[in-house]
């Protein structure tokens, strides 16, 4: 299995452009999730999804758009790049039965976007 | 929603030394408390995990203890050495439907272990 990739690993963006960051998981996993982690910010969720076709905001959606029209892809849309949207992007996937023997968040490599 | 506060941010501890990471919750039924360990550059990954019905689990070095009535749980790592240097979040995550399954992290406590 190849888990939860990512690509890109690296991108630089100007203001006002806009790409889409990929995420893919071979695990068949329910739960598939973005966060962005800044420096002394800890890992804060962007949007999640609980299965194909449902998706929800997080903590800090404003700017990112997802859908789920598969249970293996969720991509993250920047619609407008801004300089505030410089992070480190992580795509995470997990279970969701609660019989299931770990709730464990499988991370991708993460995305690194810098946004000028 | 659940809150998750971390302590301390920065951790410096001698080789050989014990470490010592708190966090606190606010959603009491929140019953699946996970730690994971990000080295430099790398991508989070789980070293140890706890559910409610559990108040402590050892593996190895590592170990963890639940306070359900306080709603705090710590992560205890004995016999530091270099290479457990890296930033360690935890995190809880709920048993309610919907948004609760996704867990929420603290901001992360930076460990360095001087040789």
């Known amino acids: 299995n190849a888990g939860v990739t990512q690509t890109p690993k690296f991108q630089v963006l100007k203001t006002g452009q806009s790409m889409t960051l990929q995420c893919a998981q071979d695990?068949?996993?329910?739960?598939m999730s973005w966060y962005r982690q800044d420096p002394g910010m800890g890992l804060r969720l962007i949007h999640y999804?609980?299965?194909?076709?449902?998706?929800d905001q997080g903590e800090v959606p404003n700017g990112y758009n997802v859908s789920r029209s598969t249970t293996e892809d969720f991509p993250l849309r920047l619609l407008s790049a801004a300089p505030s949207q410089t992070s480190v992007y992580f795509c995470?996937?997990?279970?969701?039965?609660?019989?299931?023997?770990?709730?464990?968040?499988?991370f991708g490599p993460g995305t690194r976007l810098t946004v000028t | 929603g659940e809150n998750v506060e971390q302590h301390p941010s920065t951790l410096s501890v001698q080789e050989g030394d014990s470490a010592v990471i708190k966090c606190t919750y606010s959603?009491?039924?929140?019953?699946?408390f996970p730690w994971y360990k990000q080295e430099l550059g790398k991508r989070p990954q789980l070293i140890i995990d706890?559910?409610?019905?559990?108040g402590e689990k050892k593996d190895q070095r590592i170990a963890v203890t639940l306070n359900k009535t306080a709603k705090h749980f710590s992560l205890h790592i004995t016999e530091t050495q270099p290479e457990d240097s890296a930033v360690y979040f935890c995190?809880?995550?709920?048993?309610?439907?919907?948004?609760?399954?996704?867990?929420?992290f603290g901001r992360g406590t930076s460990l360095i272990v001087h040789p």
């Open positions: 999804s609980v299965g194909a076709g449902i998706t």
């Open positions: 695990m068949n996993h329910e739960y």
């Open positions: 995190a809880a995550r709920g048993s309610a439907s919907g948004g609760s399954y996704i867990p929420t």
């Open positions: 995470a996937s997990s279970y969701s039965s609660r019989t299931a023997l770990s709730y464990e968040q499988y």
């Open positions: 959603d009491s039924a929140s019953n699946y």
């Open positions: 706890i559910r409610s019905n559990v």
